[in-house]
């Protein structure tokens, strides 16, 4: 069986939306929308799918999580350059899928779950989403 992708939409881009700009409330929200999302495949009767699309993302939402662990863990100082690159990828790839699959569902938040930029050194002022 072949998957045609080019049937689903690109996923949604917001220039003005900065990888610095991911809040743990942005990840929390997305990781609950994904946990009822694998959930309904189980109970659905797709449990195998749900398990390789849960261990696929996992190391993306590893990633997320420990780099807002980071921040909670050390306030006072910014987030590395490298880290801010980590997690737009991980952010990236963790919407482009739940967007293949679920951007039409409900409780799919398109302004929120946008595809990042990787904010420049210095960001314009007055760029807060």
């Known amino acids: 069986m072949t998957i045609d992708l080019s049937a689903v939409p690109s996923a949604p881009e917001d220039p003005s939306f900065t990888v610095d ?7 929390a929200a997305i990781t609950a929308f ?6 309904e495949l ?4 797709h449990a195998a799918a749900a398990t390789a699309l849960a261990m696929a993302l996992d190391p993306k939402l590893e990633t997320l999580r420990g780099s807002f662990q980071w921040e909670a863990d050390y306030p006072a100082e910014p987030v ?3 880290w801010l690159s980590e997690r ?10 739940l967007w293949a699959g679920w951007h039409d569902a409900e409780g799919y938040d398109t302004a929120r779950w946008a595809v990042p ?7 314009a002022p007055g760029t807060a989403r």
């Not at 700009?21 to 990840?27: A, H, N």
């Not at 930029?117 to 960001?123: A, E, P, V």
């Open 34 to 39: 994904l946990d009822a999302r694998l959930d």
């Open 88 to 97: 737009k990828f991980a952010w990236e790839q963790l919407a482009i899928v």
């Open 21 to 27: 700009q991911i809040t743990p409330e942005d990840f």
């Open 80 to 82: 590395p350059d490298n």
């Open 117 to 123: 930029f990787l904010r420049s050194k210095q960001s």
């Open 42 to 45: 189980v109970a659905d009767g």
